[in-house]
Structure formats: structure tokens, C-alpha cells
């Protein structure tokens, strides 16, 4: 008796930040089929010249296969900058100039992709893996913990064990390659940040894990 069988992946990519010719590089690179599942984890949008195009490009994804979007730090921080000086600051301080540019406008970004940008999920979650932007707070249940901090926390997260039974998947705090830990794996590999940094996906296919990125 001969099975068919089907290598699913469950891919994870993060931190695009308008680098859109990365990111069908990266996409080239996986050659994804229906069988496959992408979690983005967010920072769609700043730094990079191209945001607009970039969020075109991963709602385009879902078209060929299961998509999760999930909400990242620079999106959290636009989607507040029009009514909160700090996020302001943030937004405009930290690529928010070059998003306006992709856009035309501010308002146009929520014009053009608000049924995106406020779809956006804070967390994902499987029997095996919690895919995140940044980060939880110890000690907290999942469905408890504050969104600020899921998109923010930076080392007091990393440099410390989490108390989670999931393996958890983040980006935000740019590394120049993977990092991995027992319990977790930060892919942020400073696209959009530096020019010459690429793009990393992190791979779970049939119980191995592997990283594809926009170069190879
Ligand atoms: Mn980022």
C-alpha cells in the first residue's frame, strides 16, 4: 500500500519592514504549496521604502496557503500615533517616515489596509510552538498578558526561561543570525534596519527545524 504523503511546513517570518523585494526573495526561496502555513509575526511597515507593497504581498500569501497575521511593535505604534504623542514620537522616529511616503499620506495607511492592520492577531498558537512578536511576561497566563509587552519586551524576556510548555518563535530584537535558545527562537535578522541584512524564515517541517532566508 503506497501513502501519499504530504510535507506540510509551519514558516514563521517577522520584521519585513517595507523591504519588499526581500520578502518575495525569501518567499522564491520557500516556494510555498496549499499544504503549507505562514505565521507573520508583524513590523510589516517602516524603514524600508516599500511598506505598501509589502502588506500587499502577505495578504497576496494567504491566496496560496494558510496565512496567520500577527501584530508587531510598528504597527501597534501606528495604528496609536494619530491620538498619542508617545506613539507619535515612536512612529515618526522610528521609519514611519517611509511608510507615510509608500502610502502617500497617513491616513491613507488605514485607509488602504486598515481591514488589515486592525485584524491583526496578537499571538499564535500551537500544540508544539507560540509564535509572537516579541515576547511574554513570565508568570502570566497567555490570554492575560498585556499586548504592550507581547510586542515590546526585549531581554528580560529573552535572557530568561519562560514558563510556557511551547517552544516560543519571535522577532523584534535584531540579531546578526538565528538565535536559539532551549525554549525558544528569535529569527529578527535586521531586515529593513540594515541594508545588507536579510530576511529569515524559520521552518518546522515533519519534526525538524530550519531556517531559510533571502539569500540562499
Ligand atoms: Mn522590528
Not at 497567555?142 to 529573552?158: G, I, N, P
Request: glycine residues 8%; hydrophobic residues 35%; aromatic residues 14%.
Amino acid at each position: 500500500m503506497f501513502y501519499n504523503i504530504v510535507m506540510s511546513r509551519l514558516i514563521a517570518i517577522t520584521d519585513i519592514h517595507g523591504e519588499y523585494y526581500k520578502l518575495c526573495a525569501l518567499l522564491d526561496n520557500l516556494a510555498l504549496t496549499s499544504d503549507d502555513k505562514v505565521v507573520f509575526m508583524g513590523d510589516y511597515i517602516d524603514r524600508g521604502k516599500m511598506s505598501r507593497q509589502t502588506v500587499d504581498k502577505v495578504i497576496d500569501t494567504g491566496k496560496i496557503c494558510e496565512c496567520i497575521y500577527l501584530v508587531g511593535s510598528h504597527e501597534y505604534a501606528m495604528m496609536r500615533a494619530k491620538n498619542d504623542e508617545h506613539y507619535s514620537f515612536l512612529f515618526w522616529n522610528y521609519g514611519g517616515d517611509a511608510t507615510v511616503e509608500s502610502y502617500g499620506s497617513f491616513d491613507n495607511i488605514m485607509d488602504v489596509h486598515g481591514d488589515f492592520f486592525s485584524n491583526l492577531k496578537p499571538y499564535y498558537l500551537t500544540d508544539k510552538y507560540l509564535f509572537v512578536h516579541a515576547g511574554i511576561r513570565r508568570g502570566i497566563p497567555l490570554e492575560k498578558q498585556d499586548l504592550h509587552d507581547m510586542v515590546y519586551l526585549r531581554s528580560e524576556f529573552y535572557n530568561n526561561p519562560h514558563d510556557l510548555g511551547q517552544k516560543i518563535i519571535f522577532g523584534h530584537t535584531e540579531f546578526d543570525k538565528p538565535q536559539i535558545w532551549e525554549d525558544k527562537i528569535c529569527i529578527d535578522t535586521g531586515c529593513g534596519k540594515y541594508k545588507d541584512a536579510p530576511l529569515t524564515a524559520f521552518v518546522s517541517e515533519n519534526g525538524s527545524e530550519y531556517f531559510v532566508n533571502s539569500e540562499d
